[in-house]
Nanobody, 115 residues
Protein backbone atom coordinates (compact mmCIF):
# COMPACT_ATOMS: atom_id res chain seq x y z
CA UNK A 1 0.00 0.00 0.00
CA UNK A 2 1.31 3.43 -0.97
CA UNK A 3 0.30 6.57 0.85
CA UNK A 4 0.90 10.06 -0.49
CA UNK A 5 0.97 13.22 1.59
CA UNK A 6 0.94 16.58 -0.13
CA UNK A 7 2.01 19.92 1.27
CA UNK A 8 2.90 23.42 0.17
CA UNK A 9 -0.39 24.84 -1.01
CA UNK A 10 -1.73 28.20 0.07
CA UNK A 11 -2.71 31.68 -0.94
CA UNK A 12 -0.35 33.63 -3.17
CA UNK A 13 -0.59 36.84 -5.16
CA UNK A 14 -0.46 36.81 -8.95
CA UNK A 15 3.13 36.57 -10.10
CA UNK A 16 4.17 34.74 -6.95
CA UNK A 17 5.60 31.29 -6.45
CA UNK A 18 4.80 28.14 -4.51
CA UNK A 19 6.43 24.75 -4.25
CA UNK A 20 4.26 21.70 -3.73
CA UNK A 21 5.64 18.49 -2.26
CA UNK A 22 4.26 14.96 -2.34
CA UNK A 23 5.93 12.44 -0.07
CA UNK A 24 5.27 8.74 -0.50
CA UNK A 25 5.42 5.97 2.06
CA UNK A 26 5.34 2.27 1.31
CA UNK A 27 7.05 0.26 -1.38
CA UNK A 28 7.60 2.09 -4.65
CA UNK A 29 8.77 -1.01 -6.47
CA UNK A 30 7.37 -0.91 -9.99
CA UNK A 31 6.66 2.81 -9.98
CA UNK A 32 6.25 4.05 -13.55
CA UNK A 33 5.54 7.74 -13.23
CA UNK A 34 4.65 10.55 -10.88
CA UNK A 35 2.44 13.44 -11.72
CA UNK A 36 0.57 16.50 -10.57
CA UNK A 37 -3.02 17.16 -11.52
CA UNK A 38 -5.37 19.96 -10.67
CA UNK A 39 -9.09 20.43 -10.43
CA UNK A 40 -10.84 23.76 -10.33
CA UNK A 41 -14.45 24.06 -9.10
CA UNK A 42 -16.87 22.68 -11.67
CA UNK A 43 -14.10 21.40 -13.92
CA UNK A 44 -12.48 18.05 -14.56
CA UNK A 45 -9.18 16.99 -13.10
CA UNK A 46 -6.40 17.70 -15.59
CA UNK A 47 -2.75 16.78 -15.86
CA UNK A 48 -0.37 19.59 -14.97
CA UNK A 49 3.00 17.86 -15.13
CA UNK A 50 4.44 14.37 -15.02
CA UNK A 51 7.82 12.69 -14.70
CA UNK A 52 8.56 9.09 -15.55
CA UNK A 53 10.84 6.72 -13.69
CA UNK A 54 13.37 7.36 -16.46
CA UNK A 55 13.21 11.10 -15.83
CA UNK A 56 11.23 12.22 -18.85
CA UNK A 57 8.87 15.09 -18.19
CA UNK A 58 5.83 16.57 -19.84
CA UNK A 59 3.72 19.60 -19.04
CA UNK A 60 0.35 21.02 -19.86
CA UNK A 61 0.69 23.83 -22.38
CA UNK A 62 -0.78 26.28 -19.89
CA UNK A 63 2.10 25.81 -17.44
CA UNK A 64 5.08 25.33 -19.72
CA UNK A 65 7.88 27.69 -18.82
CA UNK A 66 6.34 28.46 -15.44
CA UNK A 67 6.11 25.13 -13.61
CA UNK A 68 8.82 22.54 -13.04
CA UNK A 69 8.35 19.00 -11.82
CA UNK A 70 11.21 17.24 -10.08
CA UNK A 71 11.81 14.33 -7.78
CA UNK A 72 14.06 13.23 -4.94
CA UNK A 73 14.32 9.46 -5.09
CA UNK A 74 16.08 9.27 -1.73
CA UNK A 75 13.12 10.98 -0.10
CA UNK A 76 10.43 9.32 -2.21
CA UNK A 77 9.16 12.80 -2.95
CA UNK A 78 8.00 14.63 -6.04
CA UNK A 79 7.87 18.41 -6.24
CA UNK A 80 6.09 21.00 -8.33
CA UNK A 81 7.75 24.38 -8.45
CA UNK A 82 5.21 26.94 -9.60
CA UNK A 83 6.38 30.38 -10.68
CA UNK A 84 4.61 33.35 -12.23
CA UNK A 85 1.33 32.12 -10.84
CA UNK A 86 -1.91 33.36 -12.38
CA UNK A 87 -5.44 33.47 -11.00
CA UNK A 88 -6.38 30.71 -13.44
CA UNK A 89 -3.93 28.41 -11.67
CA UNK A 90 -6.28 28.38 -8.69
CA UNK A 91 -7.34 24.78 -8.02
CA UNK A 92 -6.90 21.79 -5.79
CA UNK A 93 -3.65 20.10 -6.77
CA UNK A 94 -3.28 16.34 -6.48
CA UNK A 95 -0.22 14.16 -6.87
CA UNK A 96 -0.47 10.75 -8.46
CA UNK A 97 1.94 7.81 -8.43
CA UNK A 98 1.32 5.36 -11.25
CA UNK A 99 2.03 1.64 -11.04
CA UNK A 100 1.16 -1.01 -13.64
CA UNK A 101 -1.56 -2.38 -11.36
CA UNK A 102 -2.97 0.79 -9.79
CA UNK A 103 -2.62 4.53 -9.43
CA UNK A 104 -2.39 6.17 -6.02
CA UNK A 105 -3.58 9.69 -5.30
CA UNK A 106 -2.79 12.22 -2.65
CA UNK A 107 -5.49 13.99 -0.69
CA UNK A 108 -5.08 17.28 -2.53
CA UNK A 109 -3.78 20.69 -1.55
CA UNK A 110 -5.48 23.98 -2.31
CA UNK A 111 -3.66 26.63 -4.31
CA UNK A 112 -5.32 30.01 -4.52
CA UNK A 113 -3.87 32.81 -6.62
CA UNK A 114 -5.51 36.11 -5.79
CA UNK A 115 -4.68 39.69 -4.93
Amino acid sequence: QVQLVESGGGLVQPGGSLRLSCAASGSLFGLRAMGWYRQAPGKQRDLVAAITSAGSTNYADSVKGRFTISRDNAKNTVYLQMNSLKPEDTAVYYCKFSFPWSPYWGQGTQVTVSS
